[in-house]
């Protein structure tokens, strides 16, 4: 799709169901779900498990002057056993989707993550002869500072497999929350699911776009913006973030480009009028 002189592709890596709704957001029962099954069914939720289908996506930027990715994936053979589908994995046809969109791995200028966790930075690296290697060898790879330091703190096979070699092969970049590449392309801080978490911000003309990494998992987030699944490191502080976002775009020109809700994955944030909710907000989807 086109915003603006800006281009933007999404590159899907794969798709899996994960725990029962209720186990990812502890309000999730089936009753609270009951209002807004007709548009969660099956692409978000599956109807027989009650399980959470999340797909993993990367967003391919081009701007005027820069070839850019946001968040990289799952990637392939990575060390992940607490994630089945994810561990391992051989399938490397996303490199297939990027070539298939008219780019290889040297075109990439930059790679930026929301945040480090591993089905956000996992085709950072890739193996060549038993080692991990950055996969895209001419890209800045921009990580929040505050991420990259809680991240390698707490350390971990994503951080080792996908982070560090980006690190030591002089790839890097550490920047600020708030860090502009230039007047198309920010940061903006959104605090809580991970400490360094950032939203990456797109402005081409009038036309504005975010990138939300994970402040949210799901659409039932926009009527239920209070509702942190278990993965957010800070669920008072993801709440307040969530809130204070879809609050700024709701009713607003500002497409958001979402990780994980279902294709299109992209839409925009209006009032929520329907069932259940009160107060809230809905992802319509499309341009
Ligand atoms: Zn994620």
């Not at 007709?38 to 939720?45: Q, T, V």
């Not at 599956?46 to 850019?68: F, M």
Request: glycine residues 6%.
């Amino acid at each position: 799709m086109r915003l603006g002189q800006i281009e933007i592709q999404t590159l899907l890596d794969i798709t899996s169901l994960h725990a029962p709704m209720v186990e990812v957001f502890h309000e999730a029962t089936r009753e609270a779900l009951d209002p807004y099954r007709s548009w969660l069914e099956p692409d978000a939720l599956c109807p027989h498990t009650q399980r959470i289908r999340i797909p993993v996506q990367a967003y391919l930027v081009r701007t005027r002057h820069h070839r850019i990715l946001i968040d990289t994936c799952v990637g392939c053979g990575k060390n992940q056993p607490d994630a089945p589908d994810w561990h391992e994995r051989s399938d490397a046809s996303w490199l297939e989707r990027l070539a298939a969109a008219g780019y290889a791995p040297e075109d990439i200028d930059y790679v930026f993550c929301t945040h480090l966790h591993s089905d956000h930075c996992g085709w950072n690296t890739r193996q060549r002869d038993g080692r991990w290697v950055p996969t895209f060898p001419n890209a800045r790879y921009v990580f929040s500072r505050l991420e990259y330091e809680a991240t390698a703190q707490l350390g971990g096979a994503a951080f080792e497999q996908s982070v560090l070699p980006v690190a030591e092969a002089g790839l890097m970049q550490l920047v600020d929350l708030d860090f502009a590449l230039d007047d198309e392309v920010w940061l903006e801080p959104a605090l809580g699911h991970t400490e360094g978490h950032v939203v990456v911000n797109l402005k081409s003309g009038v036309r504005r776009a975010a990138m939300c990494g994970d402040l949210m998992h799901s659409p039932v987030q926009c009527p239920h913006p209070e509702w942190s699944p278990v993965w957010d490191r800070d669920a008072e502080r993801a709440r307040r973030t969530r809130r204070s976002f879809l609050e700024r775009h709701c009713d607003t020109d500002t497409l958001v480009l979402t990780a994980h809700f279902p294709p299109p994955s992209l839409g925009r944030i209006v009032p929520y009028r329907g069932p259940g909710a009160r107060g809230g907000f809905l992802f319509r989807y499309g341009e």
